[in-house]
């Protein structure tokens, strides 16, 4: 199983970066995938979900409306876009993969890919 997580960087604040997680290992299409992040000295905390089917889609509070997150089943991929980025979204994004997740904030992770550096610079 893997989840590789890329496409981070370093970025102005205002500006916007598009994370990509490549999957490969498990069957894609019968699994939920998350993004979570981790700051220095902080917990990893939960970002955003869809879930198997692309239908359903979970943010948290800090992130709706300027993060989207959406998959291609065709490239076993899912996406997460990230506009309006603010100093305090710096962080290494992880990807994680769900097969039971739904909808909500009960995205419970399974496996995990490394991570990638999001640096927003002020």
């Known amino acids: 199983v893997q989840l590789q997580a890329s496409g981070g960087g370093l970025v102005q604040a205002g500006g916007s970066l598009r994370l990509s997680c490549a999957t490969s290992?498990?069957?894609?299409?019968?699994?939920?995938i998350g993004w979570f992040r981790q700051a220095p000295g902080k917990e990893r905390d939960f970002v955003a979900a869809?879930?198997?089917?692309?239908?359903?889609?979970y943010y948290a509070g800090s992130v709706k409306g300027r993060f989207t997150i959406s998959k291609d089943n065709a490239k076993n991929t899912v996406y997460l876009q990230m506009d309006s980025l603010r100093p305090e979204d710096t962080a290494v994004y992880y990807c994680?993969?769900?097969?039971?997740?739904?909808?909500?904030?009960?995205?419970?992770?399974?496996?995990w890919g490394q991570g990638t550096q999001v640096t927003v610079s002020s």
């Open positions: 994680s993969a769900d097969p039971q997740y739904y909808s909500g904030d009960a995205f419970r992770p399974v496996y």
């Open positions: 290992g498990f069957t894609f299409d019968d699994y939920a």
């Open positions: 869809i879930s198997w089917s692309g239908g359903s889609t």
